[in-house]
């Protein structure tokens, strides 16, 4: 079975590199000094100098740092304040404050060359590399010899006429609206955040639940736990990997899936908890495969939002904050990609909505994320519709796109 994963731990503590941060200035020791200053005192040492510019104040013999490293160890303090952020000793902290500083390098540098579609910014994942950003919301690909799992039961609708394939009742291309955004319906939920479990796969899963069951009642979407699928589906692995059309098939399985208020998330895998998964307010009676291309996804969004796989590993998708993502990114003042392919799958979201189709310039789909509301449009990234790659932008149509049937 193929299963792109969305991370190889659950640890929520960042290790110390065993390689040196790169010095804050010419002495790191003293770096570390006015680091431990401020941490203690929450206040950067400046003194005037002769010619009327704030520079770091001389202490003891101690060069002082150039004033832009003291503004960016401001900055830094913003930064830990807005995402709650703290660490154990002061070396972590100056670590941290290295690959920030660097990440906001690389932002700024980006966002100044003009070339991209979108543009970049500081989040929750600024102090992280982008290796443990992989390391711990990514993962590396699935075996390239592992092949997709086919259900063991062919995926229908139940109606009083018999069993019969969705499929064909699907509307044509140049029946479906121009653009769909089942957020703006409000047939999505709020924007809910995986953080250091790999449990990307069960938010994408029940993020398409809880819109098919919305959209099909004609009520408000529901709160459904992902925790549940994590801790008891037999067919996935918790935080360690999963697919959305399994986890569909185990819900079918299992009469339904609790509420989130029932059975709340927790950030990592536990003991089945059969109390808290009864009773079942929804239920899904089938899932449903999307043919491998982005015109069947559009006619499968303009009913309903639809699981897809995701290759993450970009470097600038990890600071993606606005605008069109095409899978481009700026590195040492080059143009490079596309940076991602339907080969290395590792991640999985919800698309909820789509801009344009046919010849119209712009195209976008609307995707819903699972790394909260503090990355990109507030949980959400638009990414570029109806590429030249057969596979979708970063393999979106690569493999097994499905929804519910509820």
Known sequence: MQRPPCTTTTSIHIRPSKQPAMPLSSSPTLALALLALVTLTGVLPLASSSRGHGVAATTNGVPPLEKHELLMLERFHGWMAEHGRSYATAEEKLRRFEIYRRNVEFIEAANRDGRLTYTLGENAFTDLTHEEFLATHTNRAPRPEEEDEEPEEETVITTRAGHVSEGPYLPAVDKVP????W???????????????GSCWAFAAVAVIESAYAIAKRVQPPELSEQELIDCDSYDSGCSSGLPWSAMKWVKKHGGIALDSQYPYKERKDACQEKKRLPHDVSVRDFEFVKKSEEALMTAVARRPVAVGFDSHDDCFQHYTHGVYNSMCIKNGELVGPACSGDKLNHDMAIVGYVGKGNDKGKYWIAKNSWGKGWGQQGYVWLKKDVADPEGLCGIVATRPSYPIV
């Open 178 to 181: 121009d653009r769909v955004n």
């Open 183 to 197: 957020t703006a319906e409000g047939k999505v939920t709020e924007v809910k955040n995986q953080e250091q479990c």
